[in-house]
C-alpha cells in the first residue's frame, strides 16, 4: 500500500511562506502524476498544483506565479513551495498521487493564512 507523508503545514501571517513536504513510500517516478489539493470545510477538494512524470507541471490559475511544485527522487519526495499567501490560500492540503486507475491521498496537512 502506498503512503504519502505530509509535513510543513502552520500558521503563516499574509504575504508570508511555507513549503509542504510530501515523502512518498515508493520511487516517485512510478507515479503517473504526483501533486497537491486543497480543501476548505464545505468545499470540493481542489487541485493546486502536479507534476507528471515527466515534469510537466500545472497549476491552478489562483496560484500561479506564487507557489511552485518540485520534486527529489533520492528522498522520494515532492514539494510544494507557497510565497505571498494569502488568506484564501487557508484550507487542509493534500498531497496526491496517482498511478494508472489507482489513486492515493496524504493525511492532510492544515494551513492558515492570517490577515
Known amino acids: 500500500q502506498v503512503q504519502l507523508v505530509e509535513s510543513g503545514g502552520g500558521l503563516v501571517q499574509a504575504g508570508g511562506s511555507l513549503r509542504l513536504s510530501c515523502a512518498a513510500s515508493?520511487?516517485?517516478?512510478?507515479?503517473?502524476?504526483m501533486g497537491w489539493y486543497r480543501q476548505v470545510p464545505g468545499n470540493q477538494r481542489d487541485l493546486v498544483a502536479n507534476?507528471?512524470?515527466?515534469?510537466?507541471?500545472r497549476y491552478a490559475d489562483s496560484v500561479k506565479g506564487r507557489f511552485t511544485i518540485s520534486r527529489d527522487g533520492n528522498s522520494k519526495t515532492i514539494y510544494l513551495q507557497m510565497n505571498d499567501l494569502k488568506s484564501e490560500g487557508t484550507a487542509v492540503y493534500y498531497c496526491?498521487?496517482?498511478?494508472?486507475?489507482?489513486?492515493?491521498w496524504g493525511q492532510g496537512s492544515q494551513v492558515t493564512v492570517s490577515s
Open positions: 496526491h498521487a496517482r498511478r494508472l486507475r489507482s489513486e492515493w
Open positions: 515508493e520511487n516517485i517516478f512510478d507515479f503517473n502524476y
Open positions: 507534476i507528471n512524470v515527466g515534469g510537466v507541471t
